[in-house]
């Protein structure tokens, strides 16, 4: 047996986000795994490329006849995730939204009915407000703290229940466990997006549901330089969410591809810290006689915070933070546009600190914590006070 077939499915979680699915090229014996940058592969015969044509309808791994349906530099970025999402089998997209219009397009049909959570990300609430019931597919948003919503959102045309674990913007953190026994009990596929705390956090795999969705874009790339699409579960269902997808043409570019898991190696260095600095700028921000409220799941004042402590990876919250400033949208502009090192802008999950104010919101911020040094966030974020107040 050769060195690089060591199996790593069994060791840690970083271990793994590391070394699971790379080796040496087998041509070249280049040890990062290259970007294939092709279309298409060349076989030798006629007869050979039908046994490989007929082994790629079956979703095969490692055959490739054709990038939008397979790609070497994608497969290795797959079998990682697969293995830190704790799935059968994982599906790469384009990104979040082709991820999620996949997962939900390969289990719903017109004449069936969804159920969502009440706060999503905009796109996705545009998919269930306007796109879906465009085409014969009922929806019905729910507020999912209460599980007995869901329950009694149900229909006999019901096939699916969808959430975002930990919501946008409002991080609102589902009971996960309990609303998976009610979408089984009905017969429904669990399709939870995760894209707020991503695999080192929290795996909802593990508590119930049937299919995790991410926007890969955020904490799995982590640098904002490339867009990135996961959706995970069983085999049976990545098999269908497949065909979609390749039906649809929902593949990521290889080089994206790439970029995406050269990033995965790092995730959970980086979360870890994001963790930790956002954990740090929660406490200092709800000690601030100038903020009315912050939402951060690690506080005592989350309303779910004890369900935070039960579902998530010891010690950790994630690093998705919302501050709530006294007075109004001429305070909130005056702190953000005084700060430094935070650029305003969207997305979330970066290295750097990101801050989105949301005038809709009731003029929330919503930051997105980096891995800087927290002690110069906070003397950022305590000029901006003081310019606050001026
Ligand atoms: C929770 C959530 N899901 C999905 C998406 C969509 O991801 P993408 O921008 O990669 O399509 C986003 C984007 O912000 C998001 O916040």
Same mark, same amino acid.
């Given at each position: 047996m050769s060195r690089y077939d060591t199996d790593y499915e069994k060791m840690g979680f970083t271990t793994r986000a590391i070394k699971l699915g790379e080796g040496p090229d087998p041509v070249t014996r280049a040890?990062?795994?290259p970007i294939y940058q092709t279309s298409t592969y060349g076989y030798e015969t006629a007869e050979q490329y039908d046994e490989m044509l007929a082994l790629g309808a079956e979703w095969t791994p490692d055959i490739y006849i054709y990038s939008r349906t397979t790609n070497p530099t994608t497969n290795a970025l797959e079998k990682k995730v697969r293995s830190l999402e704790n799935a059968e089998d994982a599906v790469i997209c384009a990104c979040g939204m082709a991820a999620i219009s996949n997962a939900l397009l390969s289990n719903l049909d017109a004449g069936d009915h969804v159920i969502c959570s009440d706060d999503t990300f905009m796109c996705t609430s545009s998919m269930f407000a306007d796109i879906l019931p465009a085409k014969g597919i009922e929806t019905s948003r729910v507020e999912v703290l209460d599980?007995?919503? #869901?329950e009694k959102a149900m229909r006999p045309n019901t096939k699916v229940v969808y959430l975002e674990a930990l919501s946008n913007p409002q991080l609102k953190l589902a009971d996960l466990p309990a609303i998976a026994e009610i979408a089984h009990k009905h017969g429904c596929k669990f399709i939870v997006d995760n894209t707020f705390l991503s695999p080192v956090v929290m795996r909802p795999l593990d508590w119930g549901a049937d299919i995790v969705v991410h926007s890969g874009t955020k904490y799995y790339v982590g640098h904002g330089d490339a867009l990135c699409g996961i959706v995970a579960g069983s085999k049976k269902d990545m098999d269908r969410v497949r065909y979609y997808y390749d039906n649809f043409g929902s593949h990521i570019s290889p080089f994206d591809a790439w970029l995406a898991l050269r990033s995965v190696r790092t995730l959970p260095l980086r979360v870890r810290r994001q963790c930790e600095n956002a954990m740090a700028l929660a406490k200092w921000f709800e000690a601030r006689p100038? #903020?009315?409220f912050v939402t951060y799941p690690g506080l005592e004042s989350h309303g779910q915070h004890k369900l935070a402590e039960k579902i998530f990876t010891e010690g950790l919250f994630g690093g998705m933070l919302c501050v709530h400033l006294k007075g109004g949208y001429e305070e909130m502009c005056r702190f953000c546009d005084a700060t430094n090192i935070p650029p305003v802008?969207?997305?979330?999950?970066?290295?750097?600190?990101?801050?989105f104010p949301k005038k809709a919101y009731n003029n929330l911020i919503r930051f997105s914590v980096g891995c800087e040094d927290v002690e110069d966030l906070i003397a950022d974020f305590e000029k901006a006070f003081d310019a606050m107040k001026q």
């Open positions: 040890l990062n795994t599980v007995n919503n #869901v100038e #903020v009315d802008a969207t997305s979330l999950g970066d290295v750097v600190t990101l801050m």
